[in-house]
């Protein structure tokens, strides 16, 4: 098993930053992947962005250029920086954590961009 803690969401203006963290703990295999994911109200949970145990990163278009998913592998524990921040951006972060056995998720943090 895998237990997984999101932090660092919140309400912040249009154009601000952000930093969510993930905490993993449990079962932590060397070869992996996390991610973060998310969902708006109303739509499909989406991908955000994806790393690998080796540190392999792959982004969706719409933040590109904007979010920087990182680990620190001997804490057990992802990022996500998240810059120029857009209205559209609102939604509930989900981190994601699969050991090409199963997918664990955690229980979301909420992000709100509104002026």
Same mark, same amino acid.
């Given at each position: 098993?895998?237990?997984?803690?999101? %932090?660092? #969401?919140?309400?912040?203006?249009? #154009? $601000?930053?952000? !930093?969510?963290?993930?905490? =993993?703990?449990?079962?932590?295999?060397?070869?992996?992947?996390? $991610?973060? &994911? !998310?969902?708006?109200?109303?739509?499909? !949970?989406?991908?955000? =962005?994806?790393?690998?145990? $080796? +540190?392999?990163?792959?982004?969706? +278009? *719409?933040? @590109?250029?904007?979010?920087?998913?990182? !680990?620190?592998?001997?804490? /057990?524990?992802?990022?996500?920086?998240?810059? %120029?921040? @857009?209205?559209?951006?609102?939604?509930? &972060?989900?981190? *994601?954590? /699969? /050991? &090409?056995?199963?997918?664990?998720? $955690?229980?979301?943090?909420?992000?709100?961009? *509104?002026?």
């Amino acid at each position: 098993q895998v237990q997984l803690v999101e %932090s660092g #969401g919140g309400l912040v203006q249009p #154009g $601000g930053s952000l !930093r969510l963290s993930c905490a =993993a703990s449990g079962s932590i295999f060397s070869h992996d992947v996390m $991610g973060w &994911y !998310r969902q708006a109200p109303g739509k499909q !949970r989406e991908l955000v =962005a994806t790393i690998t145990s $080796g +540190d392999s990163t792959e982004y969706a +278009d *719409s933040v @590109k250029g904007r979010f920087a998913i990182s !680990r620190d592998n001997a804490k /057990n524990t992802m990022f996500l920086q998240m810059n %120029s921040l @857009k209205p559209e951006d609102t939604a509930v &972060y989900y981190c *994601s954590y /699969n /050991n &090409y056995v199963r997918a664990y998720w $955690g229980q979301g943090t909420q992000v709100t961009v *509104s002026s």
